[in-house]
Every structure is written in C-alpha cells, then in structure tokens.
C-alpha cells in the first residue's frame, strides 16, 4: 500500500477506520498520535490506552525496527505487547514510511499470528514428511543391488535355458520361460530406471564435467542398440550430419543415460513401426522464442538440438499435462519405468540448463524435442 500517498489525500470523509489493516501515526519520537479502529481490534482496548503513548509499548524492540523499515522500506514480523496475561500473543507484519513534509510516520500493521501459526505446522509436517522420503530412497537404494543382481540372475538363466542350456524345451516349456525372460527383463528396466530416480531425488548424483567428443559417444551408443533394433524389426534412422560441433563440456556419463533413457522408450514402445533420432544445432529463431542465451550471440552451435519422434506411442493430453510426474495416477496406466526415464531426462536436461518439450498426437505419434548447452 501506497502509505504517503494515502494520507497525504485525506478527507474528512475518508475511511481510515474501514481498512483492513491497523494504521498507527507516530511522532517522529514515535509517539502515537493516531490509530485507525483495527489496530484497537488487535489489542482489545481503546484510544485513551493508545494515544500518546509511545510504539515501542506496543511492539517488541518497535523504535529499532522502525529505523530499519522506514530506511530500507522492508516489512518485519513483530511481537505485540499484550498487557493482559490471559489473551493470546499476537504477531504482527509491519511496514512503514515517513513523511519528510510533516515529520510524521505511518505504520501499516496486518495480524499474522495464525498465518504464522499455519506456516510453522506446514514447515514442521514438511520436515517430517522429507525425513521420511530421504530415509525411504536411501533404504531403497541400499536395496537396488540386491535386487537387480536377481533379477539378472532370473533374466540370465531363463535366457541359457531358452538357448538350450539344460537340454530340449518342449513348446510350452519354451513358452513359459519366455515370458519368464521377458517379464524379468521388463521388470529390471522400470527398477533400474525408479532406483536411478530416488538418487536423483536425493541429490546424490554428482555431475563431473569434462571435456568429450559428443558424435563418437552418439556413435557408439548407436552401435549397442542396432541389434536389439534389428532383433525387433524396428526400423530406426539415426541423423546427426548438421551437428558442426563436436565438443561437449558437460558429464559424459549422464549425456550417455540421457540418449540411452531414449533408446530404451524406442526398444519398448515400437513394436513394427519407425523410430528416428535427429541431432543437430537449433536453428536460431527456435532460440529466440525460448529465451536461451545463445539469442544474445546468435550462436547457435553453443546447443546441440535433439528430436526423438515415435509413431507407437501417443499420450493423451491428461497425461501431457503431467508427462513429467512419475507420480501422477492418470486414467491410462503406463509402465513405471516410462514414467521415471521421462522425469529424469526432465531432471538431467534442466540440471544441465537445457529444455525439453513432449509433443505427441494421434496420426502422428510422439516427439521428444530437448536442447542441451554444449558447454
């Protein structure tokens, strides 16, 4: 609230007694001249019990924090001086300014003691709540080992007997382990995937930065999925000829998980269809209307620009609207691991303060488009 101007436009017929907020108008000793109806409210008393009087007999330390208020034209959380032993503390939010014209100080005070009581059972419910989740996810990842191995251990040995390990399958016996294969290998996936999210959660993922180059890493990521792409039928075009720059100052190893989270959603989610991953520098209208700050420079090859479109896959726009909360129940059910792989290229992308966009539609399918910094 405009104080000075408030008062300097008084009338007779002005409602100073109507506003919500107390009013006191002090001497520039600080003497009370002046208060408005809401601030006797407050204190449950009358005007002969305020006026001239002096502040600091109403608010704890009230001289000092006046100076401090009206020299940086803060607001200060106060104790209010409450004379009777039965009535409840009060806590006040002030603010205040002078009148250099009339010497004169006016000081808006608004009752904040349930806010303020709101506020400490919130803080205290969300330190409760944040000791639990952060004791949970290290249990959790204490866990992750010890699970996964298992779950490898039933991937790998239901694998060798698929491949004739043990001897001649019968076709039932074939088709059981198959599932058996295949629902271990799904399951490690979305583990893996919901792990790596509690670390992330946790913020104990540490970034280490060092100097790679970014096409040979894309190159050799390429070469460990063409088989997995080939085995499925899937048909996958992978183009990174306009990317100039090579050079990527950034952590290798989470720019590898990044491409590899994406490289997974095309093993799960394409059944027959195509794929395709285009890496190249945006183009520099892409980053005017994003606000990134290669705009300043117009250097676009300070980013490298990726798209991940799939034809398999399409979200509704319920699940668009909450496509990176791996925690949200929508009306279609998805695998974890999906979620999670979204929330972490989410996680990774902002961390490295890049981007990312899901656009996905029926007819079309689903592209993933994200911009990393290169440095």
């Not at 002969?48 to 002096?54: A, E, R």
């Not at 006016?106 to 400490?120: D, L, S």
């Not at 992750?144 to 043990?166: E, Q, W």
């Not at 699940?319 to 990176?324: A, G």
Request: hydrophobic share 40%.
């Amino acid at each position: 609230m405009k104080i000075l101007e408030y008062f300097k436009s008084q009338k007779e017929d002005n409602n100073f007694n109507l506003l919500p907020d107390g009013i006191f108008t002090l001497e520039q000793d600080g003497k009370i001249i002046d208060v408005n109806d809401k601030v006797l409210e407050m204190y449950d008393t009358n005007r002969f019990n305020v006026l001239g009087h002096y502040f600091s007999e109403f608010v704890e330390n009230g001289t000092a924090i006046l100076n401090k208020i009206v020299q940086d034209g803060s607001s200060e959380l106060v104790k209010a001086f409450i004379k009777e032993e039965e009535r409840p503390s009060l806590l006040l939010e002030i603010t205040a300014r002078r009148d250099l014209e009339t010497n004169k100080v006016y000081v808006v005070a608004r009752n904040a003691t349930e806010q303020h009581k709101e506020n400490k059972v919130t803080k205290e419910k969300f330190s409760v709540a944040q000791k639990i989740i952060d004791e949970k996810n290290d249990f959790l990842l204490d866990s992750s080992g010890v699970i996964l191995s298992n779950l490898v251990s039933i991937s790998g040995f239901s694998r060798a007997l698929l491949d004739g390990i043990g001897g001649a399958l019968s076709e039932k016996q074939q088709k059981y382990l198959n599932i058996i294969n295949i629902n271990a290998r799904d399951l490690n996936y979305d583990l893996e995937k919901l792990f790596t999210l509690f670390k992330a959660e946790s913020k104990k993922i540490e970034y280490k930065r060092k100097l790679f180059d970014l096409i040979s890493l894309i190159k050799s990521i390429n070469r460990v999925y063409e088989k997995d792409f080939k085995d499925k039928k899937i048909i996958f075009s992978l183009d990174y000829s306009t990317l100039t720059e090579r050079d990527c100052f950034l952590d290798s190893e989470i720019v590898e998980y990044i491409l590899r989270c994406i490289m997974d959603i095309f093993l799960r989610f394409v059944n027959l269809g195509k794929c395709s991953l285009n890496i190249g520098h945006p183009p520099l209208d892409f980053l005017k209307t994003r606000d990134f700050l290669a705009n300043d420079s117009y250097d676009t090859t300070k980013y490298v620009l990726f798209e991940a479109k799939i034809a398999d896959l399409v979200f509704s726009q319920d699940e668009l609207d909450n496509i990176f909360d791996t925690y949200y129940k929508g009306s279609i059910k998805r695998p974890i691991g999906l979620k999670a792989s979204l929330n972490l290229l989410k996680n990774y992308i902002t961390d490295f303060k890049g981007e990312i966009w899901v656009y996905s539609k029926e007819n079309f399918g689903t592209m993933f488009t994200f911009v990393l910094p290169l440095r």
